[in-house]
């Protein structure tokens, strides 16, 4: 009897004590029996050991990210009775899961400024966390100072700069100076006799003089194209002052060197330089001019109503006529520069105008015969400076 009660008293205690959790894995893994240890007696329960329901550990919700909660007390475990039995615990949750996470406290957000510009949403991944874009406030950066070049390496370009203006405009000069020589050597190449004088004005007109009869040019000189000559008028100016203001000049006197016509470029002739405004009823002036004139043959005066009129004539006194003119040439250029005769010298303009009209040059015919004109009313007292 002391050892039956001895032993319900035990088995009594026993069960009042917590015991382990049960996992279904390990009973279905450990046999359905075990053997008892040695010295431990053997007892049979008339009544089956009753048996508890495990009650389930609360399981702690996910925490939601998206709504902001503040944290709640953490609830206070229960007071068991120590009359009750203890009902058998389940798997133990993890330390702290009943506690909610404390929820982030949206940052205030700035208040917006009257000069920040435009505000631009941010991308969704950034939103707060009450499901609202984020705005960010840009503030408006001062303009930083404009870098500026180092005193010394601005003067230095500047410097550079000038310069190369500098040899530009000096290297255009050049050239064009050399223009001047080459056009003037062409011309004096076919008359090295006269004093010859070309200039560039400064709106870019290129002028070509002689000294001879206020800038009259002779019918065996051949003009160069781009170059003006001057008008029919009688002038009392040295050479220089005949091309009038120019920038660029260069100048030729009997005697200077000439370069051999082989060794430079040829220069392309016009007859447009003579061309001068018509001088009205020009066939009867000429008759007229030459009918009882002094110093010229009657074939001239013959020769110029042939040619005016459209007449025949002969070769043998075209010839006639050409050695005429090649003398009194020869004696206008034998008195130059010295002395210049104005009657030979419109004897000469006149036989250059019948010989134009038989080559049917009409433009060197006008512009011979309105020299012969402009410098007869000078000979009259009408003499322009």
Request: proline share 11%; net charge negative.
């Amino acid at each position: 009897m002391s050892s039956g009660a001895e032993g319900l008293s035990n088995s009594a205690a026993h069960a009042m004590q917590p015991q382990a959790p049960i996992h279904p894995e390990s009973m279905a893994a450990s046999p359905a029996y075990t053997a008892p240890t040695a010295g431990a007696p053997l007892f049979e329960n008339a009544h089956a050991t009753p048996t508890y329901d495990t009650a389930q550990a609360p399981v702690a919700p996910p925490a939601d990210t998206t709504q902001a909660y503040m944290a709640a007390p953490a609830a206070q475990a229960p007071v068991m009775s120590s009359s009750a039995p203890a009902a058998p615990a389940g798997p133990l949750p993890a330390y702290g899961a009943d506690l909610r996470p404390a929820a982030a406290t949206a940052p205030a957000a700035p208040m917006p400024s009257a000069a920040a510009p435009a505000s631009a949403p941010v991308h969704p991944s950034n939103a707060s966390p009450l499901n609202q874009p984020a705005v960010v406030r840009q503030t408006p950066t001062a303009p930083g100072p404009i870098a500026q070049a180092p005193n010394g390496l601005t003067e230095s370009a500047v410097a550079a700069t000038g310069a190369g203006a500098v040899a530009g405009a000096s290297a255009a000069q050049t050239q064009a100076q050399q223009r001047l020589q080459r056009l003037l050597d062409a011309v004096a190449r076919q008359e090295p006799q006269l004093r010859w004088a070309i200039g560039e004005r400064e709106d870019g007109a290129t002028v070509l003089t002689t000294d001879l009869a206020s800038g009259w040019i002779p019918p065996h000189v051949e003009i160069p194209t781009g170059i003006k000559l001057l008008a029919p008028r009688a002038r009392t100016r040295t050479l220089e002052a005949l091309l009038g203001e120019t920038t660029l000049t260069a100048t030729y006197t009997p005697g200077q060197y000439l370069p051999p016509a082989d060794d430079i470029e040829p220069a392309q002739m016009s007859i447009r330089a003579r061309d001068l405004h018509d001088v009205d009823e020009l066939g009867w002036e000429l008759a007229q001019a030459t009918k009882w004139r002094d110093g010229l043959p009657r074939l001239a005066h013959t020769l110029a109503k042939a040619a005016s009129t459209g007449t025949g004539y002969l070769d043998s006194e075209v010839e006639l006529l050409r050695e005429h003119l090649a003398t009194v040439a020869h004696q206008v250029l034998g008195d130059y520069p010295d002395h210049s005769d104005a009657a030979k010298v419109g004897n000469w303009q006149l036989l250059a105008t019948i010989d134009a009209l038989i080559k049917n040059e009409k433009t060197a015919a006008n512009y011979h015969f309105a020299w012969f004109q402009a410098l007869s009313l000078a000979l009259k007292g009408e003499v322009h400076p």
